[in-house]
């Protein structure tokens, strides 16, 4: 079956760039109209009546049917005919997807088009919302556009509205979440919370093959504890956090000055390397991008919340700029955002990172999944000392990204983690305390003996073991075989009681 490229792959393509290509990629043929999703693209298949050809037509195609890929489309743009443009935007000034092109002609390149501004007109979106996960609107007059993008022209990350996500969003989580926490008794939610908050700390330490010290770990934990109050739009509270959560000799006073990347040592002591920082040059202006969408997307109610934590939190580590911390911090700003958008109820917390080690294969992919489709594009060396040098303009590969499976990714690590971490540590507390007021209502003992009995039977599935039985001496064999019973009854009816409402 012969197919043909047409949109943005078709112009990538025409015009030779080289750039990451869309995940999205539209072809026609003679079959039918399909979509085939794969782990690594999607393929949009079209009926030949949609065939097109030159700048102006491709580029109206991926208006109207592709998603904006601003990566893909600044490539384009600095190497498409001006003057095609100009005619096919003349010819249409009102029509919708001219307009989307010529703004973000002039958005991308900062040049003005040879082109009137448009008559008073209705207002159009910049981002179909049936495409896209978009942000807070902005008027732009010159072209009638309502620019949603999540970011700026400085950096801006593109979020699909796929299938997945959006079933993912219909579950509401946070409002799970809610159910959970308003039917906990205050005593046992206020040890909950201390369990969450120690092992989303230690589980965060423990992605990046550390353990932290008591003094790390408490600091780490203050840190979750404010994440809602943190200030992301300031460089100076993120060199806070980052001296906070560091060996003291890898504190930064600001952002990295160095090339930095990641690699993996092999056998033969090569470095082969995974993912090239953007160069230091680039961090400052990436930052106060990257800030400034932050601040657009804690204050807007119109993006989800979780596809904005992801976003932001995912641009963070990929923009890497300390030396040391980043995955740290780009975790804790999942929080912030979860937090200061209302996600998670105040004063709880997600271990996300739980999640993400209990997995530690799908975090990498995820983050591969990046990471790989930029490196062809970096020319770069590496020397025996270690010392890598880029050689080539790459700012563009990090200003704008897919960020969409790392949405998805995120969100499943939110649903795992409300429905097994905070619903089995709030549920294995009112099984402990239960199953401690019945032992002690069938022998009358101190309460931490008590306790200890409870745990050593919970612990070995139901039943005291032999080599436990001594300490408890002064029971009889028929007052250990109820205690067993009434603890495992206790937990395997808080463990039904779970399924169900899972």
């Known amino acids: 079956m012969a197919t043909k490229a047409v949109g943005l792959h078709a112009l990538i393509d025409a015009l030779g760039l080289k750039t990451p290509a869309p995940v999205v990629r539209s072809e026609v043929n003679t079959g039918t109209r399909r979509t ?16 097109t050809d030159g700048t102006a037509a491709n580029l109206r195609f991926a208006m109207r049917y592709e998603p904006i890929d601003l990566g893909a489309l600044s490539a384009i743009f600095e190497k498409v005919d001006k003057g095609e443009l100009e005619a ?4 249409e000034p009102t029509g919708i997807f001219a307009r989307r092109a010529w703004y973000l002609y002039e958005l991308s390149t900062g040049e003005t088009l040879d082109v009137p501004d448009l008559i008073p007109s209705g207002y159009v979106d910049l981002l179909d919302d049936e495409l896209h996960i978009t942000g807070p609107t902005t008027q732009v007059r010159r072209q009638r556009i309502n620019d949603n993008l999540l970011g700026t022209k400085d950096y801006s990350p593109l979020v699909r509205r796929t299938e997945a996500l959006s079933n993912l969003m219909a579950l509401d989580l946070a409002g799970e979440a809610r159910k959970i926490v308003e039917s906990c008794d205050p005593a046992i939610l206020a040890r909950a919370v201390h369990y969450l908050f120690t092992k989303e700390t230690k589980s965060s330490f423990a992605i990046e093959g550390e353990v932290p010290s008591k003094e790390r770990t408490v600091r780490f934990v203050k840190a979750l504890e404010k994440a809602a109050e943190f200030d992301a739009t300031r460089k100076e509270a993120f060199v806070q956090l980052q001296n906070a959560i560091v060996e003291p000799r890898y504190a930064q006073q600001g952002w990295r000055t160095t090339q930095n990347y990641v690699a993996q040592t092999l056998r033969d002591f090569t470095e082969d390397v995974h993912f090239v920082c953007p160069k230091p040059e680039d961090v400052v202006g990436l930052m106060t991008a990257w800030m400034n969408m932050e601040g657009r997307l804690e204050g807007s109610e119109q993006t989800d919340a979780i596809a904005a934590a992801a976003a932001a939190a995912f641009g963070f580590v990929f923009i890497h700029p300390f030396d040391d911390g980043n995955g ?9 955002m979860l937090a200061k958008r209302g996600v998670t109820p105040e004063g709880i917390l997600f271990p996300v990172s739980a999640a993400m080690l209990r997995d530690r294969g799908a975090y990498d992919r ?10 062809p594009f970096i020319d770069y060396d590496l020397d025996n000392a270690g010392r890598l040098t880029v050689h080539n303009d790459t700012v ?11 949405v998805e990714y995120l969100y499943r690590c939110i649903e795992e983690t409300i429905r097994r971490d905070l619903r089995d540590e709030v549920g294995f507390l009112k099984v402990f305390d239960g199953a401690v007021q019945k032992v002690m209502e069938i022998v009358d ?13 919970l612990q070995n599935k139901g039943k005291l073991s032999g080599a436990k039985r001594p300490s408890f001496a002064e029971l009889s064999d028929e007052e250990v075989q109820r205690m067993e019973n009434v603890v495992w009854g206790a937990w395997e009816a808080e463990h039904a009681q779970s399924g169900q409402d899972a």
Not at 396 to 406: G, M, S
């Open 36 to 51: 085939i999703v794969t782990a690594e693209r999607v393929l949009e298949q079209y009926p030949m009546r949609y065939e």
């Open 328 to 336: 740290r911090i780009h975790r804790f700003i999942v929080h912030h």
């Open 396 to 406: 563009r590969l990090y200003r704008y990204f897919d960020a969409t499976a790392h």
């Open 88 to 91: 096919w935007i003349r010819s």
């Open 366 to 375: 995820v983050l591969e999944k990046y990471s790989s489709s930029i490196l």
């Open 445 to 457: 003992m101190p309460d931490r003996k008590a306790t200890l009995l409870v745990r050593l039977i």
